[in-house]
T-cell receptor, first 115, second 114 residues
């Protein structure tokens, strides 16, 4: 089945630095990728949607200059958290739409801790 | 606007007992509905989905869900739970815009006791 590989699984960074999270579709082409954020014991909140080769669409309240999304190829999308602060500590999950049948596959998530 | 509600934040069930997780949605047209399971620190795994057709949907791991339009519900059931079913369960609805974004409920934490 369709697999999305997300790396790293865990990252700790210092406040003020930037962190890049990668999601790769291993056996299919992901024309659309979704990025979610999940706080402890809460649901997933959609941050942005990206289409290959075009600018990402951000949800209301999400700072696009802070959460940079690049979807340069059909198999790779990246989320960069710039100038990270402790409040950015969270679990970030990517999801790819598989084909045109509205199937979605999720990455295994990245636990970001900003100290 | 579309929304999905999971009324139960936490459910405790004995191993071998039946399980039912509730999901209610608000949507103007026929919804696309999903149930996902998440183990601690992991991504989401699709249990089943409903797009159209038979309102009783069979999924993986012995789960099933029934779409009831009259009640705006899509409850998840399993006849006999196993200890490995302890996890967080999310109901989700697909929105109407062209991107096909998923909107998730708040989730239900399932604890399985011996």
């Amino acid at each position: 089945g369709a697999v999305v590989s997300q790396h790293p699984s865990r990252v700790i960074c210092k406040s003020g630095t930037s962190v890049k999270i990668e999601c790769r579709s291993l056996d299919f082409q992901a024309t659309t990728m979704f990025w979610y954020r999940q706080f402890p014991k809460q649901s997933l909140m959609l941050m942005a949607t990206s289409n290959e080769g075009s600018k990402a669409t951000y949800e209301q309240g999400v700072e696009k200059d802070k959460f940079l999304i690049n979807h340069a190829s059909l198999t790779l999308s990246t989320l960069t958290v710039t100038s990270a602060h402790p409040e950015d500590s969270s679990f970030y999950i990517c999801s790819a739409r598989v084909g045109s049948s509205y199937g979605y596959t999720f990455g295994s998530g990245t636990r970001l801790t900003v100290v | 606007a579309q929304s999905v509600t999971q009324p139960d934040i936490h459910i405790t069930v004995s191993e071998g007992a039946s399980l039912e997780l509730r999901c209610n949605y608000s949507y103007g047209a026929t919804p696309y509905l999903f149930w996902y399971v998440q183990s601690p620190g992991q991504g989401l795994q699709l249990l089943l989905k409903y797009f159209s057709g038979d309102t009783l949907v069979q999924g993986i791991k012995g789960f099933e869900a029934e779409f009831k339009r009259s009640q705006s519900s899509f409850n998840l059931r399993k006849p006999s739970v196993h200890w490995s079913d302890a996890a967080e369960y999310f109901c989700a609805v697909m929105t109407t815009d062209s991107w096909g974004k998923l909107q998730f409920g708040a989730g239900t934490q399932v604890v399985v006791t011996p």
